[in-house]
C-alpha cells in the first residue's frame, strides 16, 4: 500500500503562486510515476501534470504555469503554479500508479486526500 499526503493548498490571490507537495511512504517511490489532478465543485476530476522516470506530461491549458517535480530522496513529489486564476480553484489530488505517466485518473491506483486551492482576491 503506498500512501500519500498532499499540502501546500490555501487561499491565494489572482496572479499568485503555491507549492504543493505530496509526501508518499509504504512502497519504493521511485517505481511510481506521479501525477495531479484536480476538481472543482460539480466537475469531473481533470489532469494537471504527471511525472515518471521518462519524463513529464502538463495539462496543455495550463502549461507554462506548471512546474512537476519529484525528490525520489525524499519520496515525494511537487506540484508548482504560478500566475493562478480564479478557474484553478478546485481541490487537487496526488496520485500514484507503477512504471509510465498517465494523463487518466483510472489509470491510478494510490490517491492522496486532497488539498483546497483558492484563488481569489
Known amino acids: 500500500q503506498l500512501r500519500l499526503v498532499e499540502s501546500g493548498g490555501g487561499l491565494v490571490q489572482p496572479g499568485g503562486s503555491l507549492r504543493l507537495s505530496c509526501a508518499t511512504s509504504?512502497?519504493?517511490?521511485?517505481?511510481?510515476?506521479m501525477g495531479w489532478f484536480r476538481q472543482a465543485s460539480g466537475t469531473e476530476r481533470e489532469f494537471v501534470a504527471a511525472?515518471?522516470?521518462?519524463?513529464?506530461y502538463y495539462n496543455d491549458n495550463m502549461k507554462g504555469r506548471l512546474s512537476i517535480s519529484r525528490d525520489n530522496a525524499k519520496n515525494t513529489v511537487y506540484l508548482q503554479m504560478n500566475s493562478l486564476k480564479p478557474e484553478d480553484t478546485a481541490v487537487y489530488y496526488c496520485?500514484?500508479?507503477?512504471?509510465?505517466?498517465?494523463?487518466?485518473?483510472?489509470?491510478?491506483?494510490?490517491w492522496g486526500q486532497g488539498t483546497q486551492v483558492t484563488v481569489s482576491s
Open positions: 496520485a500514484a500508479r507503477p512504471g509510465v505517466r498517465s494523463k487518466t485518473a483510472s489509470d491510478y491506483d494510490y
Open positions: 509504504g512502497r519504493t517511490f521511485s517505481n511510481y510515476a
Open positions: 511525472v515518471s522516470r521518462y519524463g513529464t
